[in-house]
């Protein structure tokens, strides 16, 4: 899995506006028509999205707070939040990830809570100020050198909170993950990249942010590193 050309994000985007989101939209829903690691990465996702909710209401309530989601996905972080008051910006690369969430909002969000402002854009191009800005299992998509300029621009939006998942570069997992390449499925249409932990810190250093709080989350087949970054 060595280091390809620029085109990551074309392929990420293709990916998650077809094969990718029937995938993706079947582990993040709540059917019963997924197999066994499916429903193992179900239930590892299911826990980063309550540990980052924890993360998020560890400072007091979220009512009134903007939140910018990048790479919302079908709006699993999103959706709660805003059922929590929380003034949310939901974004994501995928026009179909975009499309799923804005659909699972309306359904879910009827009494009196706030629609998150939905918009299909990648977060490269994101604008604006929040007070919190959290990008949760969208690293794992791209290489170092992209995910530090994706963590610089993502720490330019937040005023005061920036909450990031990544998939750990670890020897142990680095050993599965090569392990798993030898036997390639058909599901495993994208290459994922692991991150160190130092180089994320590092990334967040730089532009002047430091972790506060960390969290792993672990299951059979998902594992994610969770941590909170302010300003130095
Ligand atoms: N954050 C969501 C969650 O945790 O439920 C979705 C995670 S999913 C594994 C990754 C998402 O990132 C996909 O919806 C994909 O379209 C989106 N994505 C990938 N690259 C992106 C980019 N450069 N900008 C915005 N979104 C991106």
């Known amino acids: ?3 390809v050309g620029g085109d990551d994000k074309e392929v ?3 990916y998650f506006n077809n094969s990718g989101f029937q995938r993706w939209k079947k582990i993040y829903g709540e059917t019963d028509d997924v197999n066994r690691v499916q429903l193992d990465i179900r239930l590892g996702h299911s826990k980063t999205i309550e540990n980052a909710i924890e993360m998020l209401q560890d400072e007091g309530s979220l009512a009134g707070v903007t939140v910018c989601d990048a790479g919302c996905g079908v709006g699993s ?24 969430a804005q659909k699972q909002a309306r359904q879910e969000l009827t009494n009196g809570a ?10 490269e191009s994101l604008d604006g100020k929040y007070d919190t800005v959290v990008c949760l299992d969208v690293l794992i998509h791209y290489p170092q050198n992209k995910a530090d300029a994706m963590i610089a621009h993502l720490a330019s939006l937040a005023q005061n909170r920036l909450i990031l998942s990544f998939a750990p570069k670890t020897l142990y997992y680095d050993l599965l993950k090569r392990i798993g390449e030898l036997f390639p499925g058909p599901s495993k249409a994208t290459r994922a ?16 942010w430091r972790i506060r709080k960390r969290g792993l989350i672990t299951t059979q087949f998902y594992f994610a590193r969770l941590v909170e970054a302010v300003p130095a």
Request: glycine share 4%.
């Open 77 to 100: 972080l999103s959706i709660p939040l805003a059922k929590q008051g929380a003034i949310v910006s939901a974004s994501d690369i995928s026009a179909a990830m975009v499309a799923e």
């Open 114 to 123: 706030v629609l998150p402002k939905f918009e299909v854009r990648d977060l």
């Open 1 to 3: 899995a060595e280091e």
């Open 193 to 208: 990249y692991l991150h160190s932990e130092a180089d994320v810190e590092r990334a967040l250093h730089k532009v002047g």
């Open 12 to 14: 990420v985007k293709q």
